[in-house]
């Protein structure tokens, strides 16, 4: 909700940790379940200079998880129009093109991306020692949404021993020469919640791959729209 701050980082020496299989599986995924991202403490991407919000991000009134443990808020300054940035997003079809850790994606209902739209979206991951290799499977629905301005969709990954339930939140704003991209998220489930710090750092990296792929392939179609080298 509109307000709610991001909660801090558990003091690990004062909450034990449960380890064995949900520990493993969470050392499994640091990419495939970092595109769902999250983090406890907000860190920011590059900004190119303008201040960051530290109230959590809504959309029409409507925000990340507030009881989730494991959430990550960040952002970046794009060179290039809301209107390019705005289609790369909301282009599910178009995402394994430009993002390299996503294999599948698909619309689930016709017509353009909308409220209540909903997608879904693969990424492998890797073996461990007490794991099988496994897709995670992303089926996510856009609960709030308002043209070019806003997203929240929420959902489940599931894979083999893996469930986790995210919320998303995007936020576009343009700014002089660009477009600056605020996104936070939350995730919930066993397998995150039993080893918080784990599951941030690699959610983490997950979500800030996806906004620098965003920023390089905008910026890309902007300056070379042809292609052409």
């Known amino acids: 909700m509109s307000g709610i701050h991001p909660s801090t980082s558990p003091n690990p020496q004062a909450r034990p940790r449960r380890r064995g299989g949900a520990r493993a599986a969470l ?17 920011l991407a590059a900004t190119g200079g303008h201040a960051a919000d530290p ?15 494991v959430r990550y808020r960040t952002e970046t300054f794009i060179k290039a129009p809301l209107r390019t940035v705005w289609e790369l997003q909301t282009d599910v079809k178009s995402w394994p093109s430009w993002q390299e850790p996503v294999t599948t994606a698909e619309s689930l209902d016709p017509g353009r991306f909308r409220k209540n739209s909903q997608f879904r979206w693969t ?35 599931i894979g083999e021993g893996l469930r986790i339930d995210g919320v998303h939140v995007w936020s576009f704003t343009e700014v002089n020469g660009g477009v600056l991209v605020r996104t936070e998220e939350t995730h919930t489930g066993p397998q995150v919640d039993a080893d918080v710090p784990l599951a941030t750092d690699h959610l983490g990296k997950g979500l800030e791959a996806w906004l620098a792929a965003l920023k390089a392939t905008a910026e890309s179609r902007h300056y070379n729209p042809t292609g052409n080298a």
């Not at 099988?132 to 949404?145: F, M, R, Y």
Request: hydrophobic residues 40%; glycine residues 8%; aromatic residues 2%.
């Open 27 to 43: 050392v499994a995924i640091p990419l495939a379940a970092g595109i769902l991202g999250a983090i406890v403490i907000p860190t």
């Open 55 to 69: 109230a959590s991000l809504t959309c029409q009134g409507e925000g990340v998880d507030p009881s989730a443990e």
């Open 123 to 157: 990424t492998p991951v890797p073996p461990t020692p007490v794991s099988p290799a496994t897709t995670l499977v992303i089926t996510s629905t856009v609960q709030q949404l308002q043209q070019n301005k806003c997203i929240r969709w929420t959902g489940p990954a």
